[in-house]
């Protein structure tokens, strides 16, 4: 089969289009004939390793231990291990790869079944490819840590990028009032998803906003802990979901320092994977009160162009890589 697949950490350059062994499910496992994938944050910092804690993680100190990247999926049991319970020959699913080594750029791909989900019908493939991790996010970060309540204030920083625009949503979702940051470009397509009051950074100074939330999700933003802190309410949280390496060092080294003794929260969130939460994520898209945005679709071919494009911060909303018919 046709794989992207590197063997060492850099830029998109060290990705090379190659013929590789098409992999054999387990007996826990699914073989997916892929249809459609989509970008994450976490591709791309797989493949550079950047932060440098990426390589504490089980994937590689000096190098990649699994070849091929990609984590959210979409496409068609293609066969099924012996013990799988859930899918037959035929199924369309999707899914979150992280927790199995990734291998959504390619033409196959294995999962173990707890991480898939059925693709409801009317579903497009490349729609149920853009939910998987960043949509989990969200709604995890959102209804699990936070616990949101309707009503409540929510501040939603980055939100015209993958996790952004779902968070916008799923705050809604829960009937909580939504203020978006976001740049010029993007302020319609925002508040085309029912924030209630967007902010535009490139016009506003971010810094000085007077606001008082009960949530505040900062998503790959660049702005100081302090400042989200000044942000909250008395016992507000705010859910820090990506950043770069200063930010995810600041958040770690000083996170607890800075909050200690406020009676304010913060916590890193991220997704895991479970068929359960990707069930109610297609049921949200069915009943309407969420929709994927998706920016551009690259054919596989075009795998490391649509990476640099993510990885330099221009998309609004997902990026989905195209794989087969």
């Known amino acids: 089969m046709k794989a992207f697949v590197y063997h060492n950490y850099g830029s998109a350059d060290v990705l090379?289009?190659?013929?590789?062994?098409?992999p054999a499910p387990k007996d826990d496992e699914v073989l997916i004939k892929v249809v459609a994938a989509s970008i994450n944050a976490y591709d791309w910092r797989l493949m550079t390793a950047n932060p440098a804690m990426v390589r504490l993680m089980g994937v590689g100190f000096f190098q990649p231990k699994n070849k091929i990247l990609g984590a959210d999926v979409a496409g068609v049991v293609e066969a099924v291990g012996k013990d799988v319970k859930s899918f037959k020959p035929g199924d369309e699913v999707f899914g979150d790869l992280s927790y199995c080594g990734n291998g959504?750029?390619?033409?196959?791909?294995?999962?173990?079944?707890?991480?898939?989900?059925?693709?409801?019908?009317?579903?497009?493939?490349a729609d149920a490819a853009a939910l998987p991790m960043a949509a989990n996010t969200a709604l995890q970060g959102l209804r699990d840590t936070a616990q949101i309540k309707a009503g409540q204030n929510v501040l939603i920083y980055g939100a015209s990028?993958?996790?952004?625009?779902?968070?916008?949503?799923?705050?809604?979702?829960f009937q909580a009032e939504v203020t978006a940051v976001c740049s010029t470009p993007k302020v319609e397509m925002v508040k085309g998803l029912g924030a209630d009051i967007v902010i535009d950074y490139k016009t506003t100074d971010?810094?000085?906003?007077?606001?008082?939330?009960?949530?505040?999700?900062?998503?790959?933003?660049?702005?100081?802990?302090?400042?989200?802190?000044?942000?909250?309410?008395?016992?507000?949280?705010?859910l820090m979901a990506g950043?770069?390496?200063?930010?995810?060092?600041?958040?770690?080294?000083?996170?607890?320092?800075?909050?200690?003794?406020?009676?304010k929260r913060m916590a890193l969130v991220s997704s895991k994977p479970n068929s359960g939460d990707l069930t109610k994520l297609a049921e949200m898209c069915e009943a309407g009160s969420l929709k994927p945005v998706i920016d551009r679709k690259y054919p596989l071919e075009q795998l490391p162009d649509a990476i640099r494009y993510v990885e330099a911060g221009h998309a609004a909303g997902k990026v989905v890589v195209e794989v087969g018919g």
């Open 161 to 173: 990028g993958g996790v952004g625009t779902f968070a916008v949503q799923v705050a809604k979702h």
């Open 16 to 22: 090379k289009f190659d013929e590789v062994e098409k």
């Open 104 to 125: 959504a750029f390619a033409e196959y791909a294995c999962a173990e079944e707890k991480y898939l989900a059925s693709k409801p019908p009317k579903m497009q493939f």
């Open 243 to 263: 950043g770069n390496s200063k930010q995810l060092f600041e958040a770690i080294l000083l996170g607890q320092l800075t909050f200690a003794y406020s009676g």
């Open 206 to 238: 971010f810094a000085k906003h007077n606001g008082r939330y009960d949530i505040v999700m900062g998503v790959n933003g660049h702005v100081p802990l302090a400042v989200y802190k000044r942000m909250l309410n008395p016992r507000g949280i705010y």
